[in-house]
Each structure stands twice: as structure tokens, then as C-alpha cells.
């Protein structure tokens, strides 16, 4: 079946940077694209980006652009997110979700089981 | 690019329907027709429900439905049963090629 698995927990102090892994089985890797979503403790969901595992094509939500990178190894079906200069509003768990290769960007599914980030000094 | 608009909360007793609104603007949700529907329970990663206003993928119940007017779109929910009770979230894409997504509500089954 289809399915990500992400990395485990991180625990960073301010201004260090952290990259969440998340490995896809199940389907061609290629053929489609990953979007990573964040949802602060007790918040909604915040779209942070996505990356086309086909092209390697990005597109960053506006306030986290110069501070995230999204990249894939296609030889070993995974997608990372890099956040850098963390700060503690950072704080919150970090999704990836398989999304079409191209846009328009209509559908994210499945989710990965998700990454606690915690920013602390 | 601002969050969706939708109720903090909706209840519903077991059997009744629900429907949760989630308005934005013609840059989004009246813009396309690709606003989807995220179910999350406490602890969990959300799961799709709803795709392009009213589709529904393989395995989610056809008690779910949506529809869209304008610059709002709706998830209807139709027999509430004890399971349902998620926050649900809804997306749009956007004329920037980015998503955004709604505020989330909370459902309560009575």
C-alpha cells in the first residue's frame, strides 16, 4: 500500500536548522510530487511548500522563503525538508503528503504518520 | 496569503447532518475547482475526504459530500455517527500555484 514514513523527533535550540526525512513505498516515486504541512500544538494546518519528484521543481509558501529547502533522492524514494535559523514559533509537527507531480496541487494524500520538532534553549 | 474561513466548531446529534463552510476569495476556493477536505483525529495525520469540491476517494464513506457557491465551499455530513467527531480542515489551491488552507473546525456528535 501506499505509505510515508518520516523520521522521529528533534529536539534543536534556537538558530540551529533540523531536515526531516520522509520515505515513500508503495508507488512509482517519480510520478509524483511531495508537500510538506505544519501544525503548531493546538493549530490548524500551515502549508509550507512542495517539490515535484519528477522535475525536482519547488514552490515556497511566502514566509518561510530563504529559510526552507525541499529536496528528493529518487535512488531511495525519499523527500527532505530543511528549516533553518529555528526559532520556537517553529515548534510543531511536521507532515509530508504525496501531492500530484504538477500543479495544480488539488489533493494531498496520504500523510506521513508526522515529525515533532521541538525549538528550545 | 490568508487562511480559510471556517466555524470554530459544529455539533450534531447521532443521525443528523452537519455542514461546515469554509469562504475565501476568488484568488482560491472561487477561483478553482480544487478544494479539498482533510478528517483529523486527536494525535493522528489528517486523511483525505473530499477532492476537487465533491469527489470522493476510494474508501471514504458516501455519507461525505461537498459541494461549492462562489467564494465558499462545503463538506456535508450526512448520518453523524460517534466516529466522526475530527476536526476537519478544508485547502484550495491558489492563483499563486501555493495552497492554503482553512482555520479547522472542531465537530462535536452529541
Known amino acids: 500500500q501506499v505509505q510515508l514514513v518520516q523520521s522521529g523527533a528533534e529536539v534543536k535550540k534556537p538558530g540551529a536548522s533540523v531536515k526531516v526525512s520522509c520515505k515513500a513505498s508503495?508507488?512509482?516515486?517519480?510520478?509524483?510530487?511531495i508537500s510538506w504541512v505544519r501544525q503548531a500544538p493546538g493549530q490548524g494546518l500551515e502549508w509550507m511548500g512542495w517539490i515535484s519528484a519528477y522535475n525536482g521543481n519547488t514552490n515556497y509558501a511566502q514566509k518561510l522563503q530563504g529559510r526552507v529547502t525541499m529536496t528528493t533522492d529518487t535512488s531511495t524514494s525519499t523527500a527532505y525538508m530543511e528549516l533553518r535559523s529555528l526559532r520556537s514559533d517553529d515548534t510543531a509537527v511536521y507532515y509530508c503528503?504525496?501531492?500530484?507531480?504538477?500543479?495544480?496541487?488539488?489533493?494531498?494524500?496520504?500523510w506521513g504518520q508526522g515529525t515533532l520538532v521541538t525549538v528550545s534553549s | 496569503q490568508s487562511a480559510l474561513t471556517q466555524p470554530a466548531s459544529v455539533s450534531g446529534s447521532p443521525g443528523q447532518s452537519i455542514t461546515i463552510s469554509c469562504t475565501g476569495t476568488?484568488?482560491?476556493?472561487?477561483?478553482?475547482?480544487?478544494v479539498s477536505w482533510y478528517q483529523q483525529h486527536p494525535g493522528k495525520a489528517p486523511k483525505l475526504m473530499i477532492y476537487d469540491v465533491s469527489k470522493r476517494p476510494s474508501g471514504v464513506s458516501n455519507r461525505f459530500s461537498g459541494s461549492k457557491s462562489g467564494n465558499t465551499a462545503s463538506l456535508t455530513i450526512s448520518g453523524l455517527q460517534a466516529e466522526d467527531e475530527a476536526d476537519y480542515y478544508c485547502s484550495s489551491y491558489t492563483s499563486s500555484s501555493t495552497v492554503v488552507f482553512g482555520g479547522g473546525t472542531k465537530l462535536t456528535v452529541l
Open positions: 476568488s484568488s482560491d476556493v472561487g477561483g478553482y475547482n480544487y
Open positions: 508503495g508507488y512509482t516515486f517519480t510520478s509524483y510530487g
Open positions: 503528503a504525496r501531492i500530484k507531480k504538477l500543479p495544480p496541487l488539488n489533493w494531498f494524500d496520504p
